[in-house]
């Protein structure tokens, strides 16, 4: 069935290094992805958003990269601060989003 | 503009004992979502509806959820009777519609536990 997951359940980073947070997913007939942040305590907000015509697209601070042939998504957030810290998500869809479980990212000063 | 209302934040039930969550939707937001976040995971869709009527409930255990939108504005999520695995946060989202290209908002969730 339909499932995306993450490499790593955790991640540290110091303050102003670049982090990347990677996810594979597995529908190859998924067609739009998105990364989600989520702070303890609240719901899911929608960081970037990629199409699968697209293999890169940029942000404020972050990148999402997309490739096809491995099924492989990452985000890369620039010069990390500490209020980046929360857990990320990508998430796939080809009808409906199914997420991924998330990988905890926590920066330290 | 006011984001998505969840009511309560927190429940604590014993099983077999029945739950409800409230979701107050973004204002003008024809679609609204109700989604399982058991902990350590990712959200799971149970079930979305377009103004009042169900879109997509194939992953809604429908021998003890029910949920309803009855007015398409708020929306009602109930759980009778409650299991031990039904521990989760129970989050609702909403978007303008109900294509991938409108972006889903989210509300902070209600945190079950079942004991």
């Known amino acids: 069935g339909e499932s995306v997951g993450l490499h790593l359940p955790t991640l540290s980073v110091q303050e102003g290094d670049n982090s990347i947070i990677n996810c594979a997913y597995s529908n190859s007939a998924s067609d739009y992805f998105i990364w989600y942040k989520q702070e303890s305590g609240k719901g899911p907000q929608f960081i970037i958003d990629i199409r699968s015509n697209m293999d890169k697209r940029q942000g404020q601070r972050v990148t999402v990269l997309l490739n096809k042939t491995v099924k492989h998504l990452s985000l890369q957030i620039a010069a990390t601060q500490p209020g980046d810290s929360a857990v990320y998500f990508c998430a796939e869809s080809a009808e409906k989003l199914v997420f991924g479980k998330g990988t905890k990212l926590t920066v330290n000063p | 503009e006011a984001g998505v209302a969840q009511s309560p934040r927190y429940k604590i039930i014993e099983k077999r004992q029945s739950v409800a969550f409230w979701c107050n939707p973004i204002?003008?937001?024809?679609?609204l979502y109700w989604y399982q976040q058991i902990l350590g995971q990712g959200p799971k869709l149970l079930i979305q509806?377009?103004?009042?009527?169900?879109?997509?409930d194939s992953q809604l255990p429908k021998d003890r959820f029910s949920a309803e939108r009855l007015k398409g504005v708020d929306s009602t999520l109930k759980i009778q009777p409650a299991k031990l695995e039904d521990s989760a946060v129970y989050l609702c989202a909403s978007s303008l519609g109900g294509g991938l290209k409108y972006e889903q908002y989210f509300g902070p969730g209600t945190r079950l536990t079942v004991t």
């Open positions: 509806f377009q103004n009042n009527g169900v879109v997509d």
């Open positions: 204002s003008g937001h024809a679609t």
